[in-house]
C-alpha cells in the first residue's frame, strides 16, 4: 500500500463494539491489515479478527489509570513506547469512516504540517470559550497565540509528524492531574491540540511553525459521543 513506510494508522477502540462499529462503517478489517489498533480500558475483546491489536494495559509506559482521558491515553501510550516507527503518524477514533486510501496523504506531510479533516473557524463558541476550566491554565501568550489562527481542527483525528506527537504528550502532560476536576475534560484535548500547534513558532516574527492542511472529504468522523460526556 503507497506510503506506509511514510505514515502509520492507529484506529483507537475500548471495546468489542468499538472494533465492530469501526468495521461495520469501513467494510471487511482485511482491507486494513496496514493499519493498527490500540485498545485503551479494560474491556475484553472476544474477536479480534486476526487484526494488529495493541493493548494498553499490556505495555510498561501507560495512563489507563486515568479512565476519562480517552484518546489522549492512546497518544501517550504511542509516544512514551516508541511505537511509531514511520515519520508520520495518524491516530483515529473508531467512529471514523476512511473515504479513500488514507496513506496518500502522506505526500501532503512534512515536520511543519498538521492535516487535519473538520475545520472550524476559532471565533466559534464551541473552541475555547467551551472550555473555560482549561483556558484558565494557560497564561496570556499562549492564549492569544491559539487565537490568532482563523481555523482549528476540531477533532483528535489528525495526521501529525512524530516529533509533533512527542512534544504535546509531554506538553499535555503537565495539566494531569490538575485537569481531572474539571467535568468535561474529556473535550480538552482536541482543543490543546491545537493550543500547542499555535504556541511553535519563531519568537521574534510570530510566525507559525505548524501549519493545518484539510482534507475534510476524506474522512467522516460520526462522533458517536460513547462517554457520554457532553461539553
Request: net charge negative; aromatic share 14%.
Amino acid at each position: 500500500m503507497e506510503g506506509k513506510d511514510k505514515l502509520s494508522i492507529f484506529i483507537v477502540i475500548h471495546n468489542q463494539e468499538s472494533l465492530d462499529r469501526f468495521i461495520e462503517l469501513n467494510g471487511n478489517p482485511i482491507i486494513f491489515t496496514n493499519v493498527s489498533y490500540i485498545h485503551v480500558g479494560d474491556a475484553f475483546l472476544s474477536d479480534c479478527y486476526g487484526l494488529n491489536i495493541i493493548t494498553a494495559r499490556e505495555y510498561p509506559y501507560n495512563i489507563e489509570k486515568y479512565k476519562t482521558l480517552l484518546t489522549y491515553t492512546a497518544w501517550y501510550l504511542l509516544s512514551e513506547n516508541n511505537l511509531v516507527k514511520t515519520p508520520y503518524v495518524g491516530i483515529f477514533e473508531y467512529d471514523v469512516q476512511l473515504d479513500l486510501d488514507i496513506f496518500k496523504l502522506h505526500s501532503n506531510m512534512n515536520e511543519c504540517t498538521l492535516i487535519g479533516f473538520e475545520p472550524r473557524p476559532t471565533d466559534e463558541d464551541l473552541y475555547l470559550k467551551a472550555i473555560p476550566d482549561f483556558v484558565e491554565l494557560l497564561d496570556v501568550e499562549e492564549l492569544d497565540k491559539a487565537m490568532s489562527a482563523t481555523v482549528w481542527s476540531a477533532t483528535t483525528n489528525v495526521i501529525i509528524s512524530v516529533g509533533f506527537l512527542n512534544l504535546f504528550v509531554n506538553w499535555f502532560y503537565t495539566f494531569i492531574p490538575e485537569i481531572l476536576e474539571f467535568k468535561n475534560h474529556p473535550h480538552f484535548h482536541e482543543r490543546a491540540i491545537n493550543v500547542c500547534a499555535a504556541n511553535l513558532g519563531d519568537a521574534e516574527t510570530s510566525e507559525r511553525t505548524i501549519k493545518y492542511k484539510f482534507f475534510p472529504r476524506t474522512l467522516s468522523h460520526k462522533q458517536l459521543n460513547s462517554h457520554k460526556i457532553n461539553l
